[in-house]
């Protein structure tokens, strides 16, 4: 085994890019989770939704596409909004399987409403990014700024949760949502703040997404599993250790593709996935 | 919205429609031409209409199917007697295929069900079909696997199967290596890339075995789930070993996956051919990626655009002009995908071929008299709109139900068309290797 293998460094690296892929959604979905105590089992049709809208904007309605990126942020947001006060508000008092479902139903409707309004065609942006060439490595040049504005993603994230009111809010029902109520925080406000933060990573992540992979209803069937498998790896409700379980699973992945096969690679994943819940039950990275 | 295809909101509202036009529960009927009197033939039509196959091939297959039960309706039907479909939605799901198939056999009480997009359905529903003495026309899903050492009676496939796609990819390459490669063909270096499905399995055992019989090295042959969301690892893996010919063998998204990701990770090659599937959507897959195809290759079932109306036999050159021009009013195409061909042809052989001889024979549409009539069929090369005859071997040969006279031919694009390239016969001279202005082609 030669690890300076220029070929095994470049799935290094792309296993470190694939991370940054799984990232964000776990970050999403995380912070809902942590926050509103809800799993939301449609996140990836979120996502889905994002990359349609980016997809709509910039081939159809001729947006520019940095615009059609800032828009989807805000049209996702308040998709999670909806999500909140639709489905999730009346049933934060139901047994959690009741909100499984729901979220689960909700995954139906949006594939089966993005089925009505685009077809099951594949649509693609179109777009690519030369790559980057260093020695015989080769760096996708997409999945690199792709990387690095989910790197920046987070960053605003954290500086958001550690700096502002609402953050620290945010945080404090994180950890204990019993007694926040009696410091004078609004919990309802709180979980819609958090659904609308979340749906905006959803977002984010869409519009990563959306230069990589073609949109189709479907398309969360590609990383929707995977981003749910992280999130339970790192802690269900733990930010920090989904993201950083994100690129665990990426490495995993790319390095065990490249000394064996690409399916061989899931097996590893998955294998690795049912050791640490033997392990760790409560998450790789629970406190 | 939807430029081009048909969304399933198009498709359910016309089944809608016309279900209730007969008299039939709505969600279930997919009627497609006004009855002239008698009783109508019910046969049922499984397709995926939603889920990552509609959008690769198996919406197509459904549309094609319509054009002819609405053709075969508008000229009489058997005798008067029009054919209704019965259309289900598996849905992307073997799960729900096997299901489907079950309500359109007990509940309907069908005796026959058409379609079948994907292997990966038509495996566990062959055996099925087969238990109960009902009739599968598979019109689409071609794993040799469905058929081979079954010795199934009731389960006919009028259209090609895996081994026959990979004979024409490698042959090309064995048949030019010298000539346009300036490569002896035992030095031409193959990696074969597929979908873990029984479809991609099917078709790269079968690249396998023609390769080794030109004794022609295989590299890589490494399998992937179709719905993997990152094949770059698998990319840096064909750079190593340096491919002269990349096979593939994959539905959507995989495909434009890893074209995508072999621009960006700066895989190069000498020829890459596809093997249908997600392959033969020419006009989505040039949309996405335009010139960048030029010169790639294509193995599948002749669309029927492709060939020369002239020498197929007579009256079935019309045939073909009358569904191209239908399908593409209907649909706004610009060249129909090989499903649309696929969907029409091997529904219209069950119709003009199968059914109208057992409903006249028997008076009614029993699976034993279909399987009858199946048996009989003897249509002679160029009888159909993709060119071959239609002949199913028997349950005694080790591929029982399937057409012994199918045809797969090698296509190449040039400029958002494919061209038959193999067999030399049939098509035009190859263009061999990709040209230099390609992003893929490699550098020497």
Do not use: I, T, Y
């Given at each position: 085994m030669n690890l300076l293998d220029p070929f095994f460094l470049e799935a290094l690296v792309n296993g470190i890019l694939l991370g940054g892929v799984f990232a964000l959604p776990a970050l999403g979905l995380n912070l809902v989770f942590g926050v509103?105590?809800?799993?939301?089992?449609?996140y990836a049709e979120l996502v889905m939704v994002g990359m349609y809208a980016v997809w709509f904007l910039h081939t159809q309605a001729g947006w520019p596409l940095p615009l059609a990126f800032v828009a989807c942020l805000p049209i996702v947001a308040a998709l999670g909004m909806l999500l909140h006060l639709l489905v999730v508000r009346p049933l934060l008092t139901s047994p959690p399987i009741n909100q499984v479902l729901a979220t689960g139903g909700v995954l139906f409707v949006l594939q089966g409403a993005a089925t009505l309004v685009f077809s099951t065609e594949f649509r693609s942006l179109g777009v690519d990014m030369p790559p980057m060439e260093v020695g015989e490595v080769f760096v996708s040049g997409t999945k690199l700024a792709a990387f690095c504005a989910a790197l920046l993603g987070a960053a605003v994230l954290w500086a958001f949760l550690k700096f502002t009111y609402v953050g620290t809010a945010i945080r404090a029902i994180a950890r204990d949502r019993e007694v926040m109520p009696l410091m004078g925080v609004d919990p309802r406000r709180i979980y819609l703040i958090a659904s609308a933060v979340g749906g905006a990573l959803a977002g984010l992540a869409a519009c990563l997404l959306v230069v990589q992979l073609d949109v189709h209803?479907?398309?969360?069937l590609s990383f929707g599993p995977i981003t749910f498998m992280i999130c339970v790896m790192g802690g269900l409700g733990n930010m920090l250790g989904g993201f950083l379980a994100a690129f665990l699973m990426g490495l995993i992945i790319s390095v065990g593709g490249f000394w064996g096969t690409t399916e061989f690679s899931y097996v590893v994943a998955f294998a690795f996935f049912i050791l640490v819940m033997f392990i760790r039950p409560k998450g790789l990275f629970a406190r | 919205m939807e430029r081009n295809g048909t969304s399933r909101r198009t498709l359910l509202q016309a089944g809608a429609g016309l279900g209730l036009a007969a008299g039939v529960p709505a969600t279930a009927r997919a009627q497609t031409a006004p009855a002239r009197g008698g009783d109508p033939l019910r046969v049922g039509l499984l397709t995926d209409?939603?889920?990552?196959f509609a959008g690769a091939g198996s919406v197509p297959l459904f549309n094609g199917s319509e054009v002819a039960i609405a053709l075969f309706n508008e000229r009489g039907g058997v005798d008067g007697r029009p054919v209704v479909a019965v259309s289900a939605d598996s849905q992307s799901k073997a799960d729900v295929a096997i299901n489907e198939a079950e309500r359109l056999l007990?509940?309907?009480?069908?005796e026959v069900v058409m379609g079948v997009y994907s292997s990966a359905h038509a495996v566990p529903l062959s055996g099925r079909f087969e238990a109960q003495k009902k009739i599968m026309w598979i019109t689409s899903a071609i794993a040799t696997a469905v058929l081979k050492d079954k010795h199934f009676r009731y389960v006919f496939r009028p259209t090609v199967h895996s081994d026959q796609y990979a004979e024409g990819t490698v042959s090309v390459i064995h048949e030019q290596a010298q000539k346009k490669l300036g490569m002896a063909p035992e030095k031409v270096k193959l990696a074969v890339i597929y979908e873990d499905g029984p479809y991609g399995t099917g078709v790269s055992s079968a690249i396998e075995a023609n390769a080794k019989k030109f004794n022609m090295p295989v590299v890589l042959k490494e399998a992937y789930s179709a719905t993997t969301p990152d094949l770059s690892t698998l990319v840096t893996k064909l750079r190593r070993e340096r491919p002269d010919v990349v096979y593939q063998a994959g539905y959507n998204p995989d495909i434009t996956l890893f074209l995508r990701q072999a621009r960006s990770g700066g895989l190069r090659f000498r020829m890459l051919f596809g093997h249908g599937a997600g392959w033969s959507q020419i006009d989505r897959l040039w949309e996405t990626f335009g010139k960048d195809l030029q010169g790639m290759g294509n193995a599948d079932p002749a669309a029927t655009q492709m060939l020369d109306w002239e020498r197929l036999q007579p009256g079935v050159g019309e045939l073909a002009k009358t569904f191209v021009a239908r399908y593409q009013a209907k649909h706004k195409m610009n060249d129909l995908p090989t499903h649309a061909s696929m969907g029409f042809n091997n529904t219209w052989i069950f119709l003009e071929h199968v059914l109208k001889p057992a409903v006249r024979k028997t008076g009614g549409m029993t699976a034993e008299a279909l399987r009858e009539a199946a048996l009989q069929v003897d249509i002679p090369e160029g009888g159909t709109i993709q060119g071959y005859g239609v002949k199913f071997e028997p349950?005694?040969?080790?591929?029982?139900?399937?057409?012994?006279r199918s045809l797969c031919v090698v296509m190449q694009f040039d400029n958002a068309k494919s061209h038959v390239i193999w067999p030399a016969s049939l098509g035009r001279d190859p263009v061999l290797p990709l040209p230099p202005e390609s992003p893929y082609a490699l550098r020497s």
């Open positions: 509103v105590d809800v799993v939301w089992l449609c209803p479907f398309v969360g | 209409l939603s889920g990552p007990g509940q309907e009480g069908l349950p005694e040969s080790s591929m029982a139900g399937q057409n012994s």
